[in-house]
């Protein structure tokens, strides 16, 4: 997408080079994140991915088309919403790279800017996570998953149903939500870490905003 | 020396029996856990793929609370567990985060000064309390049991502060030495999918499919976990498994503090068995042999 022949070469249109930016900013806050530049392309990743072959992109091809210029077609990509964060990739990476944090990275990216098919899984997952999370400051299991089920695909609730059923009886299910004492000093908390969510250094670049490595 | 307990929202209600049997072993090895006071969740996985610094916040509110008691922190659930440490690790590496995290914290008058140790209470169990202990506390009915050790993801990756990334064998020992025997398990840090059984329910099946096959073919009369997530998606998904892949699998799923507090003399519902959902059976209750 972002290989157009009418370009010079090595000049990013404004929307890829945007997006370089935001994604150069969010990898530099990434702990050992500049190791980013080190890929060798050896395909670790991808071998020791337990759901690579449900990507369309897998893990080493999000660093080749990083850098080649196009995140776009990363962020339109399955790969990082199938990614089950379970780490294998980056503890065998010969280049010590943050595979899993990156992807967390592109993840970010992707829902702040809606590139992602509308009621798509992961997107309403987490998104109703963080509603329970902000209302209660706890997780609310039950009521994360009827959020989940009605905004996603309500018809599947049905089939939930006798298992629901099965963990209720063994005591496994609270119907309550459990909630903080101190809500309110939890709301002045997100308040302001809303407020710096959005602060961003002006110019960012590998490993110059994180200071001390 | 006493530990600050952080339990965890699955902790109080899917992993009831996780609790139940945490703090009924740690009491019976005679360990005080004082429960952190008006803890919150967090975050999780899913947070953290939202936005960034608030998700930090929510997890550091944690840290700050417990630092005020200066002990070290125990967290069963994997996923706190590696929340809580990535944590420390992000603020302990990037200024500009943590300064927004305790400018955040100030406005209720909180500051995290980054001494929150953060421990899983394996770790604690086995190298601090230590074996010798545990054994001193047991009757050894385990004498024989098939155990396959399932370690997941999140207590050994990314960081591995306190076992190998690729071969952990903290559990294996500790229950060998309580009497186990340890199957060969080539499964036991292989991904179940976490949330991906409720998001992607068919790619997460086949991997729980495949863990389960492995601990099967090697005679595995249970297999033990140290994760919220793992237990249920292993546990409550082995039906579904079965009629999808036309397998005949039947094997408890435990948590490791369930097994361990049954061996310390706990009775059926102190170490939660009532809550499992394939039945822990006679080959774990009947003293084996």
Not at chain 2, 109 to 136: C, E, F, Q, S, W
Not at chain 2, 171 to 193: H, N, P, Q, T, Y
Request: a positive charge; glycine letters at 6%.
């Amino acid at each position: 997408m972002a290989l157009n022949s009418s370009k010079e070469p090595g000049i990013l249109d404004k929307k890829e080079s945007e997006l370089r930016e935001a994604f150069l900013y969010q990898v530099s806050n990434i702990p050992g994140g500049e190791k980013i530049k080190k890929c060798i392309q050896c395909g670790t990743c991808t071998g020791s991915c337990p759901v690579s072959y449900t990507m369309d992109i897998p893990p080493r091809e999000v660093i080749a088309l990083f850098r080649a210029g196009d995140i776009e077609s990363i962020l339109a990509s399955r790969t990082i919403w199938t990614c089950a964060s379970c780490y294998a990739c980056t503890v065998r990476c010969p280049s010590g790279i943050k595979v899993t944090d990156i992807l967390y990275a592109l993840k970010r990216m992707a829902m702040d800017k809606n590139l992602f098919p509308k009621r798509f899984p992961v997107f309403v997952l987490s998104k109703s996570f963080v509603t329970m999370a902000n209302l209660f400051g706890r997780s609310y299991e039950i009521g994360l998953l009827l959020a989940y089920y009605l905004r996603t695909n309500p018809l599947k609730l049905l089939g939930m149903l006798p298992l629901g059923y099965r963990l209720w009886r063994k005591g496994r299910i609270g119907l309550l939500p459990k909630r903080v004492k101190q809500r309110k000093e939890l709301a002045k908390i997100l308040r302001e870490a809303e407020i710096m969510e959005m602060i961003v250094p002006v110019k960012s670049g590998l490993g110059r905003t994180s200071g001390t490595h | 020396m006493p530990y600050v307990y952080y339990p965890g929202c699955s902790l109080e209600s899917s992993a009831k029996c996780y609790d139940r049997s945490t703090r009924w072993v740690f009491h019976r090895l005679g360990q005080e856990l004082l429960e952190l006071e008006d803890w919150n969740c967090c975050g999780a996985t899913m947070y953290m793929s939202i936005k960034e610094t608030i998700s930090l916040v929510f997890s550091a509110r944690n840290l700050a609370l417990a630092e005020k008691m200066k002990a070290d922190v125990v967290a069963p659930c994997s996923s706190c567990y590696t929340i809580l440490n990535k944590t420390n690790h992000v603020l302990e590496e990037n200024f500009i985060l943590r300064e927004k995290v305790n400018q955040s914290l100030k406005k209720v008058g909180l500051r995290y000064n980054l001494t929150t140790k953060v421990r899983h209470p394996l770790d604690v169990l086995v190298n601090d309390i230590g074996v010798k202990a545990i054994m001193a506390k047991s009757d050894f009915k385990l004498a024989g049991l098939k155990i396959a050790p399932y370690y997941g993801c999140q207590i050994v990756r990314p960081d591995g502060f306190f076992d190998d990334r690729e071969n952990p064998t903290t559990m294996d020992r500790l229950f060998e030495a309580l009497g186990g025997e340890i199957v060969d398990f080539s499964m036991k840090v292989r991904c179940c999918g976490g949330m991906l059984m409720t998001t992607f329910q068919d790619v997460a099946l086949k991997l729980n499919m495949e863990i389960l096959e492995a601990a099967g073919e090697n005679g595995a009369d249970c297999v033990i976990t140290t994760c919220p997530l793992c237990q249920i998606n292993l546990d409550a998904y082995q039906d579904k498994i079965n009629k999808k892949f036309k397998t005949k699998l039947k094997i408890p799923i435990l948590f490791f503090t369930q097994l361990l507090a049954y061996t310390m003399g706990a009775s059926k519902k102190d170490a939660g068995f009532d809550q499992n959902l394939v039945p822990v059976g006679e080959r774990i209750l009947g003293g084996v042999a």
